[in-house]
């Protein structure tokens, strides 16, 4: 079993639409949890850490549970400009910084 | 703009040759990473420096050798690569160990011929 989980998609939704992404993982030590959005050719960039009590960000919300062992992102009124992919990262030993992706999620948002 | 440096943004590099990614950051991090992503794939981990020690060390070949001269240099020598190793090579830091604002340089391209 990966050690972090995604569907890769695609998702294709239109503008507007609310679209949500899950994300497992296996180890049920892992401490930290983030989801990073990734352009085309681009570095990752941080959209949002992930809290026990989950969390809200705009139009970008995170739940985390502890029990199930998954994430998740929830995108409301989606933009064209969130097409990315959408990558779930896990501290899996955070000892160590063993900082693991999943393997992404595609997004595209169509007008 | 990245306050994670890294350079050279793209590297041709032939089998035999020996060549040097460098990294650098000056946000005060703590722990410094070396990923390599493929194209269509997710940055995968390589190695991790904790407090200037390496912390893990991902099963990479020994044609891959990382040095931490100090807490914001991260230097990634490469020797005898095959041209499957030809990625993307981003660095990261992150402020603590458990990887609290994570931040990544723009990676450096190399191809290996």
């Known amino acids: 079993r990966k050690e972090v989980e995604q569907d890769p998609g695609p998702f294709n939704v239109p503008e507007g639409a609310t679209v949500a992404f899950n994300c497992t993982y296996s180890?049920?030590?892992?401490?930290?949890f983030f989801w990073y959005r990734q352009d085309c050719r681009k570095e990752p960039k941080l959209l949002m850490s992930?809290?026990?009590s989950g969390n809200e960000d705009g139009r970008f919300t995170a739940q985390l549970n502890r029990a199930s062992q998954y994430i998740s992102l929830l995108i409301r009124d989606s933009k064209l400009s969130d097409s990315a992919t959408y990558l779930c990262?896990?501290?899996?030993?955070?000892?160590?910084?063993?900082?693991?992706f999943g393997s992404g999620t595609r997004l595209s948002i169509r007008p | 703009d990245t306050e994670v440096t890294q350079t050279p943004k793209h590297l041709v590099m032939g089998m035999t040759n020996k060549k040097s990614l460098k990294c650098e950051q000056h946000m005060g991090h703590r722990a410094m990473y070396w990923y390599k992503q493929k194209a269509k794939k997710p940055p995968e981990l390589m190695f991790v420096y904790s407090y200037e020690k390496l912390s893990i060390n991902e099963s990479v070949p020994s044609r891959f050798s990382p040095e931490c001269p100090n807490s914001s240099l991260l230097n990634l020598h490469l020797h005898a690569l095959q041209p499957e190793d030809s990625a993307l090579y981003l660095c990261?830091?992150?402020?603590?160990?458990?990887?609290?604002?994570?931040?990544f340089g723009n990676g450096t391209r190399l191809t290996v011929t």
């Open positions: 990262v896990v501290n899996i030993r955070a000892s160590a910084s063993k900082i693991i």
């Open positions: 992930v809290y026990s």
């Open positions: 180890n049920s030590a892992s401490q930290s």
């Open positions: 990261a830091s992150s402020q603590d160990q458990e990887g609290r604002s994570l931040h």
